[in-house]
Every structure is written in C-alpha cells, then in structure tokens.
C-alpha cells in the first residue's frame, strides 16, 4: 500500500542535542511537507519542498533543516538551537505543491529532557 | 486564503449522525471545502471535499449552503471511532495556497 512512513514515533533526546526525524513517501508525490503540533494548537508549516534538491522555509523554520536529495525522502533535523522542540511532529505529501489532497504520516513525537 | 470558523468541541451519541458545522464567509469562487480528521496522536486523515455541490462518499457528507458561506460535515451513523478533531480548511484546488490547519473540533462519540 502507498502512503507515508515517519520513524521514530517516539524519541526523547537530550537539550542541546541535534535530532533527524525521517520521512518516507512511495506515493510517487513530487511535495512533501513539515508540520510541528503543540497540544491542543493547529498545525504549523516548517519546511516544504516542492521537487528534489528543492526546498523552501515555511512559517517557523528556526532551529529546524531539511533535505530533499530523493524523491521519496524529506528528513527533519531539529537542531539545538530549536528552542522549545518538544513537540509532535507530522510529515505530510501532495502530488504537486498545494494541489490537491495532503496525505500524512503518523507522526513523530519528540520530547526534549 | 479564507479564514474558517469550527465550534470547538461537540458531543454526539453512537449510531447518530453527527453533524460538524464550519463557517467560511470569505471563500473566494475557486476555493474547495476540505474537511480532514485528526484521531489522537495520529496523523490528519483526508476525509472529503467540495465546491459547490453537495459531495458524498464512504466516509461522510458534505453539504455546502447555496452562497457557500458555511459547510456542514456530517457522519451518518457515527461510531466510537469517530472521536476524533476535525478540520475545516478552505483552499484553491491549485497554486500557491497553503493548507491552514486551525484548531478544528474536538468530536466525542459516547456510547
């Protein structure tokens, strides 16, 4: 079945410390997408790449980077200066930026000692 | 983008319909209703979307009202499984549009 993979879904780390979430698509979708949750907060955009080797900051790119060296794979590194990073983090695709449906991961919950 | 209006939590019996309203008075001509659901701790799943028409499919309707300034969600028999948040979110079909994810409704289903 196509859909997205994130690992790990749990992962406790500790202040100061770099993190990679990973991100993995076979849907063939050429945009994938960051998206942090805080409890009971909508959905925020950190990064989005609309075709490989591209990508662009979305509303709160600080303290995170990304890359986008296939097709299928948009990894999240939140870094030490993030400063608050604990947080539940989703990884999203669409077949083409900002078109049509966006189909999700199950998300990456990340909690910061 | 056109901003969106969710209640933000609602109860409703099992077997039920229930019925989410969202209001959108400032949707422009090309934007779509785009409704997703959001199971604790999991990912938003899509759930259905419309223009004009009133759309059906597996999961739930959607009616949108003649001058599209308001749309209601609605699960015909709903079942514990549907608690869930869900989302509203108006949006071009196409371009350089985001997806906007408020905070949603927050749908209890009690047995």
């Known amino acids: 079945d196509g859909g997205i993979t994130q690992s790990p879904k749990y992962l406790f780390r500790k202040e100061g410390q770099n993190v990679t979430l990973s991100c993995e698509q076979n849907l063939n979708h050429d945009a994938m997408y960051w998206y942090r949750q805080d409890p009971g907060q909508g959905l925020r955009l950190i990064y989005y790449s609309q075709i490989v080797n591209d990508f662009q900051k979305g509303d709160i790119a600080e303290g995170y980077s990304v890359s986008r060296e296939k097709k299928e794979s948009f990894p999240l590194t939140v870094t030490s200066a993030q400063k608050n990073p604990t947080a539940f983090y989703l990884c999203?695709?669409?077949?083409?930026?900002?078109?049509?449906?966006?189909?999700f991961g199950e998300g990456s919950r990340l909690t910061v000692l | 983008d056109a901003k969106t209006t969710q209640p933000p939590s609602m109860d409703c019996a099992e077997g039920r319909a229930a019925n989410l309203p969202c209001n959108h008075s400032?949707?422009?001509?090309?934007?779509?209703v785009y409704w997703y659901r959001q199971i604790h701790s999991q990912g938003p799943q899509y759930i259905i979307h419309g223009l004009k028409n009133n759309e059906t499919n597996e999961m739930a309707s959607l009616i949108i009202t003649e001058d599209r300034k308001s749309s209601t969600l609605i699960l015909p028999h709903a079942t514990l499984r549907d608690t869930a948040v869900y989302y509203c979110?108006?949006?071009?079909?196409?371009?350089?549009?985001?997806?906007?994810f408020g905070t949603g409704t927050r749908l209890k289903v009690l047995a």
């Open positions: 400032t949707i422009s001509g090309n934007e779509y």
């Open positions: 979110i108006v949006r071009a079909s196409s371009g350089t549009y985001k997806y906007i």
């Open positions: 999203a695709s669409s077949i083409r930026l900002y078109t049509g449906e966006l189909f």
